[in-house]
């Protein structure tokens, strides 16, 4: 894959200096910017749609989500989501989180930045819920009495909660749960700047990038260890004004910084594409990743807000046994000699998304299959699925309806266990059919 910044015939020096400097700017930008553009979207009032709410206010999805929903890229399917964007900046917010039911569900906490930095579900709330104290970075104030403290690494939060659902029959017993959970906060703030005046790209997305950075590197200093990544722009006589104003930069200036966002954003997307044609590819170190700045802005871009490891695993196949991508044209087969028994604590799935990192449309409405599904089985135990634009041969029930053209497959493995982590259970090939 080529690169503009390598292949680029700059006007002047200092227009590839800057966008040599710029290229690491965003990387390490392109998380926080999707943080601030989701909050944007589900927090601005007037629009009617899942996840929408004030801050500091639950938005539940009352469905599942399907291709109409396009918030955010590769949503599960047999989940309902609940949003709300913590303020944590006049202090303390407390979560409540209603008795155990049995029924799976997590809210994962999520810093600016996107690192899944604490989750609270059905493996640490006790029997009777429980209510866990938010705590800004800056460290002045106390939890209250009667809460678990969790501290928080931004003063912005994104709460994103998943609710089991078994079908459309069992979506009434899983707004349940929902309901359960609340929020006790201090009266409101506006909205932090880089939120409120959020700027779409419009005709120029590379100026429009650097103006939301400006503001939100002001509301959200990254850590120390990544802040040298940001600096290189300093290097480079890049001014990024907190107002994210940027009418006074020169023509090689203006120059350097399209042409690195272009690349940067050529280096993200071939970061989340597979290195090899190994099948059912997988990190454990997705949601917390430390100084890794690549993976998060690729993890950012192809599945914004990732669970950590220890509670889900996101394993990826875009390739046939045949080492050629995946085109639903085409007939795939899952072939499971165990029947299935992916060793997942919770539950597993399996989703098909389309390129465009989201749902495709098919007529039988059906975007994932997994261990809750009503499969049909061989009589030997084994298990089949079929994957194909076009009803395969058997049961309809263990068919995953492809569209016409490029997918992708993502099994999520939802509190993984040691024989999957390890490596020693080994998921199926894909293997092509027709």
Known sequence: MSHAFLNSAFTTPQAAWVAHCAVPAVVAGYPLLESVRTCHVQ????????GRAPFNHFGHS?????????????????????????????GPVVITVPPQTGRYF???????????????????????????????????????????????????????????????????????????????????ADAPASVAQWQTSGDDPALAFFANLARALRDFPPPASQQGAFDLLRGA???????????????????????????????????SRPASKAPWRYSTRLGRYGDDLLLRAATA????????????????????????????????????????RIPAGAF????????????????????????????ERHPDGSLTLYVSRRR?????????????????????????????LSGAYRMPKLERVA
């Open 106 to 188: 997590v809210l994962e906490l999520l810093d600016t930045y996107t690192n899944n930095f604490h989750n609270i579900g059905t493996r640490n709330v006790p029997a009777q819920g429980g209510r866990f104290a938010l705590l800004g970075p800056d460290g002045t104030h106390a939890a209250p009495q009667g809460t678990t403290p969790i501290q928080c690494p931004t003063a912005l939060v994104w709460v994103l909660g998943r609710v089991l659902v078994d079908g459309d029959a069992d979506v009434v017993a899983a707004r349940g749960v929902q309901a359960g959970f609340a929020i006790d906060a201090p009266a409101a």
């Open 348 to 375: 597993w799935s399996i989703s098909l998304y389309g390129a465009d990192r989201y749902f495709a449309a098919n007529a039988i409405g059906r975007h994932a299959l997994g261990n809750r599904s009503p499969l």
């Open 43 to 50: 927090t601005t009032p007037g629009t009617a749609a899942y």
């Open 237 to 271: 006589h890049v001014k990024l004004d907190a107002d994210g104003g940027l009418g006074d930069l020169r023509p090689a200036t203006l120059e350097g910084l399209r042409t690195a966002y272009a690349s940067a954003m050529k280096i993200i997307d071939g970061a």
């Open 301 to 340: 871009w192809k599945g914004l807000g990732a669970l950590a490891g220890d509670e889900a695993i996101y394993a990826t196949t875009d390739y046939d046994d045949h080492g050629e991508e995946l085109d639903g044209d085409r007939l795939y087969r899952l072939h499971f000699e165990d029947g299935g």
């Open 392 to 420: 395969p041969p058997g049961p309809e029930e263990n068919w995953l309806p492809a569209p016409s053209g490029a997918f992708y497959l993502i099994l999520r493995v939802y509190h993984p266990q040691p024989a999957f």
């Open 62 to 90: 009352a469905e599942r989500w399907t291709d109409r929903d396009r918030d955010i890229v590769t949503p599960a399917n047999d989940l309902l989501y609940s949003n709300a964007w913590i303020d944590l900046r006049r």
